[in-house]
């Protein structure tokens, strides 16, 4: 039985890979050496051929780094790589919660830093070549330390927990691990940018000026509370910009990235935000919330009437059942499913971003937001002519031309 589990694993992993090859070649089949005629008003000669050849470096690229992950998972499952790093784990301690965390702990230490020469040439390369990277060496290097630091303390507790209940209450651990998951998930969506981005970069206040003073007004006229305006130092990292709204109830903050308020205009950025603000005024981010909480519960309740089965465990190639071990084959397993639940909430995704959209039409100005969006588009170098399956496998926002479109009809009005 557990050789069928080994190799009903491989069969997905292999599908998914040949899913994302077939997916991304359909997307390169709509490059055109040419401004198409749609796109005219957009983009210009010069900037449509750089979004053409950013867009095949990234093909090519991915091509490359998913191949090679690939492969690499294969000789790793072939030769029971997850088994032995289980060996290794329970060599140094006999404590079953310590043999999970250095399981997963050498796992992924081993696989970031198999896929640090890729984020090098991503940022380096890729991203240098076409005016994008700001990251310095040394940046770099110090995203790395703190992000295994704060997986380290943060996923190593959540996991240590998780475990703990599980050695204390059998199957019934998922209620545990469900409530547990679901605080964190709520936590974070109230303090993330309170406590984790500061980690990484610099916020301030909205200075005092037109921007500000646009802003506060539309929130006047919507009867939207928002005592928190924020500036980060996106510029430290890209010269890509964006701008985010974070946080719930008296918690919620929205922060723009310095990028953003240098590209776009006060009249263009308030739409950005007014769209930002249409997602709370629709109960969006609290829904997405509530959603996430949901799933997490549907995912543990389903491992739950897996994990004590040997078979997850012996499919990897132990020899003795283990929690940390079927945990990820049922990851595995478990895979198509989340592909599934993916694809149903990006296309609830693109609904939102419509609503989102109409609201700020509606509320403050449809033309200035399409101007936001276009000028994003531009200088972000966006592929604007996406093939519609990679749209509704990969977007959790409708495509450029697609939000224009949609817009227009309240301009008319």
């Not at 404590?95 to 890729?118: E, K, Q, V, W």
């Not at 691990?177 to 998930?185: K, Q």
Request: contains cysteine; proline residues 3%.
């Amino acid at each position: 039985m557990y050789q069928i589990v080994f190799y009903i694993i491989i069969v997905i992993l292999i599908f998914d890979y040949l899913l994302e090859q077939i997916l991304d070649y359909l997307n390169a089949t709509r490059r055109s050496a040419n401004l198409p005629e749609k796109l005219k008003g957009i983009y210009n000669e010069e900037k449509y051929h750089q979004s053409q050849e950013y867009d095949k470096a990234n093909h090519k690229f991915s091509i490359v780094t998913s191949t090679f992950n690939l492969l690499v998972l294969l000789l790793f499952l072939s030769f029971s790589g997850f088994a032995y790093v289980d060996v290794i784990a329970r060599s140094i301690t006999t404590n079953y919660i310590l043999i999970a965390l250095l399981f997963f702990g050498i796992i992924m230490f081993a696989s970031d830093i198999i896929n640090t020469p890729f984020s090098i040439y991503d940022t380096f390369v890729i991203e240098e070549k076409f005016g994008f990277n700001k990251t310095t060496p040394k940046i770099f290097i110090t995203d790395k330390l703190k992000g295994w630091l704060i997986t380290a303390i943060i996923g190593g507790g959540l996991l240590a927990l998780i475990i703990w209940f599980y050695q204390q209450t059998g199957r019934y651990f998922w209620i545990y691990a469900w409530a547990l998951v679901s605080l964190f998930t709520i936590f974070m969506a109230m303090f993330y940018t309170s406590l984790l981005l500061p980690l990484f970069n610099k916020l301030k206040p909205l200075e005092e000026g037109e921007l500000k003073t646009q802003i506060t007004n539309f929130c006047k006229k919507v009867d939207f509370q928002l005592d928190n305006v924020f500036v980060m130092d996106g510029s430290k990292r890209s010269s890509k910009a964006n701008a985010f709204f974070s946080g719930l109830g008296k918690k919620k903050k929205i922060v723009l990235f310095d990028t953003l308020i240098d590209k776009l205009s006060p009249e263009e950025i308030v739409a950005v935000l007014a769209h930002e603000i249409g997602h709370y005024k629709k109960k969006h981010t609290l829904i997405s919330v509530i959603s996430s909480v949901l799933q997490t519960g549907i995912t543990f309740y389903i491992l739950s009437l897996f994990i004590g089965n040997p078979v997850l465990s012996k499919a990897l190639g132990a020899e003795e059942a283990s929690f940390h071990l079927g945990l990820v084959t049922f990851g595995f397993l478990y895979s198509p499913i989340s592909t599934l639940i993916g694809l149903f909430m990006n296309s609830i995704s693109r609904k939102n971003e419509y609503a989102a959209d109409q609201f700020a039409a509606e509320n403050f100005n449809g033309k200035y937001l399409q101007n936001a969006l276009k000028n994003l588009s531009v200088n972000n170098l966006s592929n604007l002519t996406p093939h519609p399956a990679y749209v509704f496998v990969h977007y959790s926002h409708p495509p450029l031309l697609k939000r224009l479109q949609f817009i227009d009809q309240f301009n008319q009005n």
